[in-house]
């Protein structure tokens, strides 16, 4: 069957990048869960700019990614029950939580170091090129992903 969201053109743009989304998600989980790193891939972002910053509250993190404050507490307390995140209450504002990572966080961030450098370079790949307009190239990366896999890409890419 033909795939309706790339007849819709420009009307199914937002879905198609769902889709996109999803299918990235899964298949770098899919990575992670192949090499047994204990890490959700939708919590990179977070996870990510606590690295970046050392010390972050939720608004710093909201500021820095642009999530819903919701999003951001939840996505802080499944990295809080992973222990990979650990967090101390604000001297001054009691209502303020300041995340860093725990030990084990560290740990696991320098075991991802390897693995995130050939994410990039196989989201790279699929990304770099030319194309008349974003609904090709969403096009071309679709397919490129029904050829080989993303996981499949990585994996090769990460010497496993």
């Not at 009307?11 to 047994?36: A, C, F, P, T």
């Not at 509250?57 to 995140?85: G, H, M, S």
């Amino acid at each position: 069957m033909e795939d309706k969201l790339q007849l819709y053109g420009e009307l199914g743009l937002g879905s198609r990048l769902k889709r996109l989304s999803d299918i990235l998600m899964k298949e770098v989980q899919i990575v992670y869960n192949i090499l047994d790193i204990d890490f959700d891939a939708y919590l990179f972002p977070i996870f990510k700019v606590i690295i970046d910053l050392e010390v972050a509250t939720t608004t710093d993190i909201q500021e820095a990614i642009q999530y819903t404050q919701p999003a951001i507490t939840q996505a802080l307390k499944k990295l809080t029950d992973k222990k990979l995140v650990t967090y101390k209450i604000d001297k001054l504002d009691k209502r303020k939580k300041i995340f860093k990572l725990s030990p084990k966080g560290k740990k696991i961030h320098q075991q991802m170091l390897p693995l995130w450098s050939a994410i990039d370079i196989q989201v790279k790949w699929l990304t770099e090129g030319s194309a008349a307009n974003l609904m090709h190239h969403l096009t071309y990366i679709e397919n490129q992903l029904k050829e080989k896999s993303l996981s499949q890409r990585i994996l090769e890419k990460y010497n496993v």
